[in-house]
Structures are given as structure tokens and as C-alpha cells.
């Protein structure tokens, strides 16, 4: 049964793709929450320099392999990535917890083409992906943390979806919200985003006025992070533009 996602609120995919993970990681630390970074989620394939992805998060669970369950016929499985795959409604990114285990691969070049085709945005894991040229060839954006030939089964049982996972180390809950760019991918929780979508543009901004100051030479005690003299030069230049 396909799954249903809350729908962006409008304007928000524009705004969240003007803004770097490195920033929304500096607004979330702010707000209290310092384990927002995927580790080990980096780009691999299908993300072109400078892209930056948004989307809710679909997410996927695998366990430890035990034999008696991970096992190629375990692939027609109601509870299988291909079932899972099937649920993902248009525009999610995937979110896959694979433990960090990287010497098996989650998923190849025919699940990823099946995922492009449906209109699922990416594919984040801290797992490995196999068949890494036709994933490519898929054209699906794929954030992962390696390649291995051997499949899923081979270090991974499958064991459900759309629940709170752990992905590179980070609890990841569906229907939060996933950026991913050059720098890995981060989550926003849901409760949270209408607040980021409020302070992060204005945080750019803010860093690439400051950047202007610095490509000026002016020293960064005081600019980084602005004193009251400086704020108050930058509301200033603001109010000019």
C-alpha cells in the first residue's frame, strides 16, 4: 500500500534549496539539537556539483543478516525493499538505516531505476550501493558511504519502513525533512521547520555579508560573529538593498 507524506508547506523546497546544510546545521545547533548530520551519507552518484536536494523523508530499516531470513527469496517478500520501494509517494527522499555496514550493498542499479521512475527525489544511507555504474545511469542523486558488489542480503535482513530509523547516526522519523548538498545530508524534524524556514535565509544572508567583509580584509574579531558595531553595520547595508 502506497504511503501518503504531509505535503511541503509552499515556498518551502525554494527556500531550503538557497541554503546550505552547513548553515541549517549552525540554525539547528542554535535551537539545541547538535546530531542532525548523516555520517558517512555523502554524495556518490547523480549529484551534480553545487545540487541541493529537499524532500521528506521516506524512511527504510535493516538489521543484522540472519541466515534463516536474509535470503534472495526473502526479495518477494511482502516485507521487502521492492514492497517498500512500491510505498514511496512522488518527490520523498529515501532514507535507508544500514547500520554503517558497507560491504554489502542495499540496493542496485534496477531498484534505484525503479525509484527514479516513480519520482522519489534521492536516496540517503549509511550503507553501501552495488552495481554503481547503472545506478548512476539511473540518474537517481544517491548520498551513500561506499560500493560493494555483494547484495543486501549478504550482511542485512530487511525488516520494515516508514518508521523512526537511525541513519548515520541520527534518528530520522518519517515525515521529517531531509537536505542533502555537497556536505551530506541533515534533517530538520518536522516540528521544527516552519521556524527554520523563518531563520535560515536570513542566516545566508547574513554569512554572505559577511563574507563581502572578509573578501574587504577586514579582520574576523568582531565580524565572526558580529559584535554590536558590526550588527549594526549590517542592518544598515540591509536597509540599503
Not at 21 to 39: H, Q
Not at 133 to 142: M, T, Y
Not at 179 to 194: F, T
Amino acid at each position: 500500500m502506497e504511503h501518503t507524506v504531509t505535503p511541503m508547506p509552499e515556498g518551502a523546497v525554494e527556500i531550503l534549496k538557497s541554503v546550505t546544510t552547513a548553515t541549517l546545521t549552525t540554525i539547528l545547533l542554535k535551537k539545541g539539537l547538535r546530531n542532525v548530520w548523516m555520517r558517512g551519507a555523502m554524495p556518490c552518484v547523480g549529484v551534480a556539483p553545487g545540487e541541493r536536494i529537499v524532500g521528506r523523508a521516506f524512511t527504510l530499516r535493516f538489521v543484522p543478516a540472519r541466515e534463516d531470513l536474509a535470503t534472495p527469496a526473502s526479495w518477494s517478500s511482502p516485507i521487502s525493499t521492492r514492497a517498500a520501494i512500491e510505498a514511496m509517494p512522488e518527490g520523498v527522499i529515501a532514507v535507508v538505516d544500514a547500520m554503517g555496514i558497507v560491504d554489502a550493498g542495499i540496493f542496485g542499479d534496477i531498484l534505484c531505476s525503479r525509484m527514479k521512475k516513480r519520482g522519489v527525489a534521492a536516496l540517503v544511507t549509511d550503507g553501501a550501493l552495488r552495481d554503481i555504474d547503472g545506478v548512476e545511469g539511473s540518474g537517481l542523486a544517491v548520498w551513500c558511504a561506499g560500493v560493494a558488489a555483494p547484495p543486501s542480503v549478504a550482511g542485512l535482513t530487511f525488516v520494515d519502513w516508514q518508521r523512526p530509523v537511525g541513519c548515520g547516526g541520527v534518528a530520522v522519523f518519517p515525515d521529517d525533512v531531509i537536505v542533502a548538498d555537497s556536505d551530506g545530508a541533515v534533517v530538520i524534524p518536522a516540528a521544527l521547520l516552519d521556524e527554520i524556514l523563518d531563520l535560515a535565509p536570513e542566516q545566508e544572508r547574513m554569512e554572505a555579508w559577511i563574507m563581502e567583509e572578509v573578501a574587504k580584509g577586514v579582520p574576523l574579531p568582531g565580524l565572526y560573529p558580529m559584535n554590536a558595531e558590526t550588527k549594526a553595520r549590517y542592518d544598515a547595508d540591509m536597509a540599503k538593498r
